[in-house]
């Protein structure tokens, strides 16, 4: 279908951006894979992915464990076989994550949104951009959340938070490869916070993961899928405060590398709420939504269910 690209840089690369000198071994045998990856159509690329997925899925890795658990968790109603079904879908929708991000940042934008085959809830971004109020977009840790900040890029002017990684070649790479797509990548220090205050006065749109676990006294304790999750209120916080228009969505993969469906929807009223718990509450109820419509696209890898003593040494909140 055809997308909007007016605002999409003109430029017309092949291949990841290059690494910045000197770097580690690692950076560089991460851009190698995720180029080698990239010069696969999607279908052979998201194949490969399934095959790399099947076998993390025999593996008794940390993370693997960690979906397992969750799954087992949030769906209680399941029996073993259909838990383990979902357990291997899951890891193989988590290698595809990691594969197409070589595929989506090698190519130019238009021939990236090209594979964007349907928009639901298209009319509520475009009334949001309309309306000149800033955006609030949640964006999960569901489907291609990368194909999704790119589309995000070619509608609106988009701000998103950034966590920068501990490897320094492998973090210029990724911030390289997500800029060229016109997206604002902000810091989560004080100074970025700053700064996202200041694009969303400004009338801006902020994109933020707001499923991750948040560190100490930044989280409220919510429902998500009938159990406590530790969930962060700076997004809660940012909707009382700047009453912006807040949308949730996600880009759903498509069996058979055919492309992906962006899905956009808004959260309940209460997400308004003066009450940080009630508005974490139903920012939740939103995500759950979501993920209940493409259950095995989910990172449930990600530990979303453990106590406070332990979400001070979380990840900063709202990062991607």
């Known amino acids: 279908m055809a997308t909007d690209t007016s605002l999409l840089p003109e430029h017309h690369w092949k291949g ?14 991460g851009r190698f894979i995720l180029n ?35 799954l087992k968790r949030c769906f209680p109603e399941y029996g073993p076989l259909r838990r383990s079904f979902m357990l291997l879908r899951t890891m193989q929708e988590t290698a595809k994550n990691f594969a197409e991000m070589g595929y989506l940042w090698a190519r130019p934008p238009r021939k990236v949104l090209a594979k964007i085959r349907e928009i639901q809830g298209e009319h509520l971004l475009d009334q949001a951009v309309a309306s000149g109020r800033p955006i609030l977009f949640g964006a999960p840790h569901l489907g291609a959340w990368e ?4 589309f995000l890029a070619s509608r609106t002017r988009i701000s998103s938070l950034y966590r920068a990684r501990k490897d320094a070649g492998l973090d210029r790479l990724i911030l ?16 970025g916070i700053r700064s996202l205050i200041k694009h969303l006065r400004a009338g ?17 304790y919510a429902p998500f899928f009938g159990h406590p999750a530790y969930t962060a ?12 228009v807040v949308l949730c969505g996600f880009a759903r993969r498509l069996s058979f590398g055919r492309g992906y469906c962006i899905h956009i929807c808004e959260p309940g009223p209460e997400i308004y709420s003066s009450d940080e718990q009630e508005s974490a509450a139903a920012l939740n109820a939103t995500i759950e939504t ?21 979400a001070g040494q979380s990840e900063p909140l709202g990062t991607s």
């Open 204 to 220: 801006e749109t902020i994109g933020i993961l707001p499923d991750h676990r948040p560190q100490s006294q930044q989280g409220v």
């Open 16 to 29: 990841l951006p290059p690494l910045q000198l000197p770097c580690s071994r690692k950076a560089r045998v």
């Open 290 to 310: 979501l993920a209940r419509s493409a259950v095995s696209q989910y990172q449930w890898t990600y530990q979303r269910f453990t106590g406070s003593e332990q």
């Open 233 to 244: 209120t700076l997004f809660p916080k940012l909707c009382q405060r700047y009453k912006p």
């Open 36 to 70: 080698s990856l990239g010069k696969l159509p999607l279908w052979l690329n998201h194949g490969v992915a399934s095959v790399i997925g099947t076998i993390i899925f025999c593996l008794p890795l940390n993370y693997r464990n960690n979906a397992r658990d969750n």
């Open 176 to 191: 390289d490869a997500r800029c060229r797509f016109g997206a604002n990548m902000i810091s989560t220090d004080a100074a």
């Open 147 to 150: 194909l999704l900040s790119i």
